[in-house]
T-cell receptor, first 112, second 115 residues
Framework: SQTIHQWPATLVQPVGSPLSLECTVE??????LYWYRQAAGRGLQLLFY??????ISSEVPQNLSASRPQDRQFILSSKKLLLSDSGFYLC???????????FGNGTRLTVT | AQSVTQLDSQVPVFEEAPVELRCNYS??????LFWYVQYPNQGLQLLLK??????LVESINGFEAEFNKSQTSFHLRKPSVHISDTAEYFC?????????????FGRGTSLIVHP
């Protein structure tokens, strides 16, 4: 069966520090991969999605970037965190067509 | 681009009472509709989905949702809620973009079940 792993679960980082959140999927190949950010009362905001290795689509211009170095690995990064980057970050995957998303357990990021 | 509206940010209800969580979306030629549930500090889990066929879809834990194309709605209902149903519920709509399906989520509705 397929599983998705996302880490770390919580993270506290100072303003201006770098960020790296990792997400891996097991048990499937060539998944669609997604990064969402969830802020209180604002629902889920799609940040990036990828349909294949090296293919990244950015939905919202911001302080973050994403990479997909391997088929089942999706990384969210920042060179310098801002206070506004605080939130709950969710990684998800789906098969290619007509399928719902499968989410990881999320990373609670607090930028201080 | 799709937009999804969940009008109620919070719905308080007593245990064993019925509940309806509302979801409306902007029109599109082809849509797929989903409801997800999120328990505290966890990711989202699929509750039910509409892809095609019968407009009434059901989940294994008693929730149901009905696709209404003319009203562009996909409201979630349960005839009798339990304390354990307390959670955040998200409606999502998929549209075709770039060869894959990119879901758009509503802002969520917090269902609070009181004893």
């Amino acid at each position: 069966s397929q599983t998705i792993h996302q880490w770390p679960a919580t993270l506290v980082q100072p303003v201006g520090s770098p960020l790296s959140l990792e997400c891996t999927v097991e048990g499937t190949s060539n998944p669609n991969l997604y990064w969402y950010r969830q802020a209180a009362g604002r629902g889920l905001q799609l940040l990036f999605y990828s349909v294949g290795i090296g293919q990244i689509s950015s939905e919202v211009p911001q302080n973050l970037s994403a990479s997909r170095p391997q088929d089942r690995q999706f990384i969210l990064s920042s060179k310098k965190l801002l206070l506004s980057d605080s939130g709950f970050y969710l990684c998800a995957w789906s098969p290619l067509l007509n399928s719902p998303l499968h989410f990881g357990n999320g990373t609670r990021l607090t930028v201080t | 681009a799709q937009s999804v509206t969940q009008l109620d940010s919070q719905v308080p209800v007593f245990e064993e009472a019925p509940v309806e969580l509302r979801c409306n979306y902007s029109s599109s030629v082809s849509v797929y509709l989903f409801w997800y549930v999120q328990y505290p500090n966890q990711g989202l889990q699929l509750l039910l989905k509409y892809l095609s066929g019968s407009t009434l879809v059901e989940s294994i834990n008693g929730f149901e949702a009905e696709f209404n194309k003319s009203q562009t709605s996909f409201h979630l209902r349960k005839p009798s809620v339990h304390i354990s149903d307390t959670a955040e519920y998200f409606c999502a709509v998929s549209d075709v973009r770039g060869g894959s399906y990119i879901p758009t989520f509503g802002r969520g509705t917090s269902l609070i079940v009181h004893p």
